[in-house]
């Protein structure tokens, strides 16, 4: 980052390690360091996903208006564009959803808790895996992508996105493996990812991702639920 000069460079450190913090953060209800975690294993879902968006979205928001100026807007939330950004979002996201549906005998989806939790588990869970894909595309797009974008040009702010599309991503990477292949998979969530900053940079709109994503999600649990 030679490139850049002391005001930029300072910002993308900034922007880097304050998403770093929050990731590790994330982690710290697991560990018990954090606060104490309810017995059920959905509830600590519950509970971890919540946490996870508090610190990996609200957090870094905070931050970045506090220390950049960045409104929400700013980095993609808003109804601008927002209708648009949701219709891309969809078709993006149903190139994930035949992929899972082609991996639909894999022991990870059959074996999934929606296919055998009581109703009240099932919606809470469900709506525990919607946050939480909500949260990736705000997350990794809205803070990651549009804030490094202004500060160390795009080509990184790419290859940073998609560094943490790509970790965010490893369990369904795993789960489409057995099906695509480890290539193939590692290479689809790749292809996503970077789609999908296409459609964040051109409508400057995070939201209809992040909305696109949770109905990816009701189908998917719709579908184990009632369809396998």
């Avoid at 807007?73 to 969809?90: E, K, W």
């Avoid at 709506?127 to 809205?142: K, Y």
């Avoid at 991702?209 to 639920?225: Q, T």
């Amino acid at each position: 980052m030679g490139f850049l000069d002391r005001r930029d460079r300072n910002a993308t450190l900034g922007i880097l390690g304050i998403f770093a913090t929050a990731i590790y953060l994330t982690w710290l209800p697991i560990t018990g360091l954090a606060l104490p975690l309810p017995p059920h294993p959905v509830d600590r879902t519950a509970v971890t996903g919540l946490w996870q968006f508090l610190m990996t979205i609200v957090v870094p928001y905070l931050w970045a208006n506090s220390r950049l100026g960045l409104s929400p807007a700013d980095l993609g939330i808003s109804t601008r564009n927002l209708g648009r950004s949701f219709a891309l979002g969809c078709a993006l996201y149903s190139i994930a959803l035949a992929a899972f549906v082609y991996g639909r005998h894999d022991p990870l989806i059959q074996d999934h808790p929606v296919r055998h939790l009581p109703w009240d588990r099932t919606l809470l869970l469900g709506a525990t895996m919607c946050l939480i894909a909500a949260g990736t595309d705000i997350a990794t797009r809205g803070f990651i992508l549009l804030s490094l974008s202004r500060h160390a040009g795009l080509p990184f702010a790419i290859v940073m996105q998609n560094v943490f599309w790509m970790l965010g991503h490893t369990h369904e990477i795993q789960v489409l493996e057995s099906a695509l292949g480890k290539v193939a998979a590692n290479a689809l969530f790749l292809l996503l990812g970077i789609l999908g900053d296409s459609i964040a940079l051109r409508t400057r709109n995070v939201l209809g991702l992040a909305f696109a994503h949770m109905a990816l999600n009701v189908v998917m649990v719709s579908y184990m639920r009632f369809l396998l």
